[in-house]
């Protein structure tokens, strides 16, 4: 089997890491030591459209290759353009837990299983999840505030949809378009600590009553670009903070417009631009008190020239770049 950091019970021929044959590997660093720990969760059983996520982490891997200058001691570090900024370093200890046991058409199993990876990793290091349809950030957040207890888990999403539906008649509790919910339930977070960027389209009546009612913010991409990305990051996070003690991150490539981010499972025009997505997780990157961060909905197979996984990579970078490894102001 490849390598995956939880013991897993079978591997999925389209899970993990793609080495040859999936023969092993030598084992990786000791999670113990990682300030990164990675994981991918390849599971689009809950996408309500179109299928594929399921190989959102072996895409968003492939891409994240030309990277790895992040960490490879080996390697000649990058550094960006624009104005010249104080380097704290030029390595990450960064460690790629593989895949979490998914059980095909299995929710509350896989829930399970995600939950207890998602507390490993955090306990150990900041947490970076790759979905995985938008419906395992669920139990990766319950993992994160297990490796947290006591701490309030606020939560800002990217995202072209709420994720706040309740109930639904078709799909019911536990789908991709829940999962927003089921956090705020899970933790009892104040929905004042949710912070939404990115929504537009249609929405449920239910769920825009209930941001309302509960007063969640929500910044549509107009609003995004009058007030600036950094202004918007800031304040988002000094909004949720009032209401919690560390942030989870989740981003949806969803909110990215489709004619950027083609591969994903429900698309809606009048999206991000790929450079924004980046921009703002780079800007996200300048704070510390988010403990965790995921990018979920790549679907490779609707992605036909990679541009898809590869913004993903590209951003999930940027975010560690600013967070890891460059002085802040
Ligand atoms: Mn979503």
Redesign the pocket.
């Known amino acids: 089997m490849a390598p995956s950091h939880f013991g897993n019970y079978f591997e999925m021929v389209f899970a993990d890491i793609a080495t040859f044959g999936k023969a092993p590997t030598a084992p990786a660093i000791s999670l113990a030591d990682a300030e990164i720990a990675v994981f991918g969760i390849p599971w689009d059983y809950t996408a309500t459209l179109r299928p594929g996520a399921r190989l959102g982490p072996r895409g968003i891997r492939e891409q994240s290759i030309w990277f790895h200058e992040i960490w490879n001691p080996g390697s000649t570090p990058l550094i960006g353009y624009g104005p010249p900024r104080k380097r704290l370093r030029d390595r990450v200890k960064m460690m790629d837990c593989g895949d979490v046991t998914i059980w095909p058409g299995d929710i509350m199993k896989t829930s399970a299983s995600i939950r207890a990876a998602a507390a490993e990793a955090a306990k150990h290091a900041f947490t970076i999840m790759l979905g995985g349809d938008?419906y395992v950030m669920f139990p990766t957040y319950q993992g994160v505030c297990d490796a947290h207890p006591g701490k309030r888990v606020g939560i800002i999403q990217i995202?072209a949809?709420n994720?706040l539906v309740d109930n639904d008649a078709v799909y019911g509790t536990h789908w991709?378009g829940t999962p927003i919910r089921r956090s705020l339930e899970h933790s009892g977070l104040d929905p004042r600590g949710l912070y939404q960027i990115g929504l537009r389209g249609f929405i449920g009546a239910v769920e825009r009553q209930f941001q309302i009612d509960n007063s969640v913010t929500v910044v549509g991409i107009p609003e995004l670009r009058a007030r600036g990305i950094s202004e918007v990051v800031d304040t988002a996070v000094a909004t949720v903070l009032q209401h919690c003690d560390v942030i989870y991150l989740t981003c949806?490539i969803?909110s990215v417009d489709p004619s950027s981010a083609p591969g994903c499972s429900t698309p809606v025009p009048g999206g991000l631009r790929g450079e924004e997505f980046a921009d703002l997780l780079r800007a996200f990157g300048r704070h510390k008190e988010i403990i965790a961060i995921d990018v979920v909905?790549v679907a490779p197979p609707l992605d036909p020239t990679h541009q898809t996984t590869l913004l993903a990579a590209h951003s999930l970078f940027g975010f560690i770049e600013e967070r890891f490894l460059l002085a802040q102001d």
Do not use: L, Q
């Open positions: 938008h995202d949809h994720d991709s949806d969803d909905e």
